[in-house]
């Protein structure tokens, strides 16, 4: 392999890892962004029900019309908001998870292919008679590359394991959610 394909080769992997980098950059900001405007909307509706509610409190008249107030009305309610918003943000998990299992996997597959092209470049530029030492080497070489297939598919099954446990959790607060409704 020459020296400029080499250079060539570390510079287009220098450049991905800065594209990926920019790419996990924008999915964590965007996550972080949009759980920041479901944080600001949950907090305006907050006030805004709470005032609503102490208004309807102010006129009941007895302490017993008033419990049955907060306990049909203020209490239900705020268990289904809170599981709106437990649906909303892992929404937003999930979809984060998503885009940066999607970059991992592209990176994978981009370094195995250029990790491939160098070992096809050395090996078909090798000296006459070492023919033995490059047969070692290519098998030494798939050994290799299985190894880096069980890591990008433990990488895939950690990806595939959040989401399963984001999708849970918004699963227990919709059960929760809707069997205190039902009380």
């Known amino acids: 392999m020459s020296k400029k394909s080499l250079n060539d080769a570390v510079t287009k992997n220098q450049q991905n890892a800065v594209s990926a980098t920019r790419a996990v950059g924008r999915v964590t900001m965007e996550s972080a962004q949009a759980i920041a405007q479901i944080n600001q909307k949950a907090a305006q509706d907050f006030a805004e029900r709470i005032q609503t509610r102490l208004s309807e409190l102010l006129k009941t008249q007895s302490p017993q019309a008033a419990f049955e107030y907060v306990h049909a009305e203020v209490l239900q309610d705020a268990a289904k908001e809170v599981a709106q918003y ?96 039902g009380k």
């Open 86 to 181: 437990h649906q909303k943000l892992l929404t937003v998990l999930k979809n984060g998870n998503q885009e940066l299992a999607d970059i991992a996997e592209a990176m994978i597959q981009d370094s195995k292919a250029d990790l491939i092209h160098f070992v096809n470049d050395a090996t078909d530029n090798a000296p006459m008679g070492s023919e033995a030492y490059v047969s070692i080497f290519k098998t030494s070489f798939n050994n290799a590359l299985q190894n880096f297939e069980l890591v990008r598919a433990a990488m895939a099954d950690s990806f595939a394991n959040f989401e399963k446990s984001v999708e849970s959790m918004g699963n227990l607060s919709t059960s929760k959610g809707s069997s205190k409704k």
